[in-house]
């Protein structure tokens, strides 16, 4: 099995709202990702999460509160989003993060905030 | 500063070789090069990556100059499947973090 499965894959919300994306992996991988990928643009690295634990935040905004509760889960919490976090939310999966591996990606969550 | 440049766009034909080209004219010793690809509406998908030897797999073939400073990723025969946006990333393997900093890539459209 070689998926990455991301729910929902569709999601529009309000700013005051409080909503989870969820990612899952059953290929034994240690190390899992979440992309910010916006209309037209590349995919942006928001963190990196290594054994469960987070290895990297590229600075992103404490809205976005990223939770590995065991190494086949990885989930985004959103709270108190802006209309300009409304993009394609991508999670990937490596074997680990310690040198380069391969990534496997899900196929994304598309949020939109109202 | 963007580590490597790519067209914009290419049009290729049906059942034709598509070469995509790219420029790492900063490239560093240690630094390989990768290319991914992203077809509408899914995740990305790694393709191949190479250091300075050519390398080729079920998927492409990746030529590397030998200066290293650009590198061509081949589709033997391209089928309309394979329209995508190709990124082409260089980075260290050492780099921490197994990062992946994508640039603006390449929209490669396959028409019939």
Not at chain 2, 22 to 27: F, Q, R
Request: aromatic content about 8%; proline content about 5%.
């Amino acid at each position: 099995d070689t998926e990455v499965t991301q729910t929902p894959k569709h999601l529009v919300m309000g700013m005051t709202n409080k909503k989870s994306l969820k990612c899952e992996q059953h290929m034994g991988h240690r190390a899992m990702y979440w992309y910010k990928q916006k209309a037209k643009k590349p995919p942006e690295l928001m963190f990196v999460y290594s054994y469960e634990k987070l290895s990297i935040n590229e600075s992103v905004p404490s809205r976005f509160s990223p939770e590995c509760p065991n190494s086949s889960l990885l989930n985004l919490h959103l709270h108190a989003l802006q209309p300009e976090d409304s993009a394609l939310y991508l999670c990937a999966s490596s074997r680990d993060s310690v040198t380069y591996n391969e990534q496997f990606f899900g196929p994304g969550t598309r949020l939109t905030v109202l | 500063d963007a580590k490597t440049t790519q067209p914009t766009s290419m049009d290729c034909a049906e059942g034709r070789a598509a070469n995509l080209p790219c420029n790492h004219s900063t490239i560093s010793g240690n630094e390989y090069v990768y290319w991914y690809r992203q077809i509408h509406s899914q995740g990305p998908q790694y393709i191949i990556h190479g250091l300075k030897n050519n390398e080729t797999n079920e998927m492409a073939s990746l030529i590397i100059t030998e200066d290293r400073k650009s590198s061509t990723l081949i589709l033997p025969h391209a089928t309309l499947r394979d329209t995508a946006v190709y990124y082409c990333i260089v980075r260290s393997n050492m780099e921490y973090g197994n990062k992946l900093v994508f640039g603006a890539g390449t929209i490669l459209r396959v028409k019939s």
